[in-house]
């Protein structure tokens, strides 16, 4: 169980166009899902947290407007890439949450990633 | 702000030796504590994480970790590494309101494993 899956793995794009990468939770409902991003031999830094009905937050210095996230339901969270430039070509990793237990933590499950490149 | 120091990016060790990969955290409260491995191309794949309890953590291919407010770290032992260890290591912290929520992981810690 908790699976979390990401299309497309990898994608290839010109500058200019613009790139739309799914997150899926498989078998659970999932009211949170994280982006992150990972540049070569980096570490993962979060993108935004995208909860289901509402508005992404972005952490500090992500470009909401570049980076476009909807979270319409409770399996689903797309993350655009408008405009894509090769500055933009990145591993991008999503995880999602289940609904919110009782107390304790509450796990996140990631998803095998989509490689992005802007030519 | 929460932070994550992982001590030395390219760890290299021989088969059967010790592995120790080492994690130190900076924050007022003890936050939540994991140890993520990620192989090339791939996710990130949970080894062990602490949330309350034993601070003495076991994980999943014979992975360890021990919590140790005192030192706020978090290393990473394995007693005897194998050539399927090599892989990228990820320390990560989160806090501990709203049941965990967004992660703030360090830098990684590359594994090779020689023959």
């Known amino acids: 169980g908790a699976v979390v899956s990401q299309h497309p793995s990898w994608v290839i794009c010109k500058s200019g166009t613009s790139v739309k990468i799914e997150c899926r939770s498989l078998?659970?409902?999932?009211?949170?899902m994280f982006w992150y991003r990972q540049f070569p031999k980096q570490s993962l830094m979060l993108m935004a947290t995208s909860n289901e009905g509402s508005k992404a937050t972005y952490e500090q210095g992500v470009e909401k407007d570049k980076f476009l996230i909807n979270h319409a339901s409770l399996t689903l969270s797309t993350l655009t890439v408008t405009s894509a430039h090769p500055e933009d070509s990145s591993f991008y990793i999503c995880?999602?949450?289940?609904?919110?237990?009782?107390?304790?933590?509450?796990?996140?499950?990631f998803g095998p990633g989509t490689r992005l490149t802007v030519l | 702000a929460q932070s994550v120091t992982q001590l030395g990016s390219h760890v290299s060790v021989s088969e059967g030796a010790l592995v120790l990969l080492r994690c130190n955290y900076s924050s007022s409260v003890p936050p939540y504590l994991f140890w993520y491995v990620q192989y090339p191309n791939q996710g990130l794949q949970l080894l062990l994480k602490y949330t309350t309890g034993a601070t003495l953590v076991k994980g999943i291919n014979g992975f360890e970790a021990e919590f140790k407010k005192s030192e706020t770290s978090f290393h990473l032992t394995k007693p005897s590494a194998h050539m399927s260890d090599a892989a990228e290591y990820f320390c990560a912290v989160s806090d501990r309101d709203n049941q965990g929520g967004k992660l703030i992981f360090g830098q990684g810690t590359e594994l090779s494993v020689k023959p």
């Open positions: 078998d659970f409902q999932a009211t949170t």
């Open positions: 995880s999602a949450r289940h609904r919110t237990g009782t107390s304790g933590y509450n796990e996140q499950f």
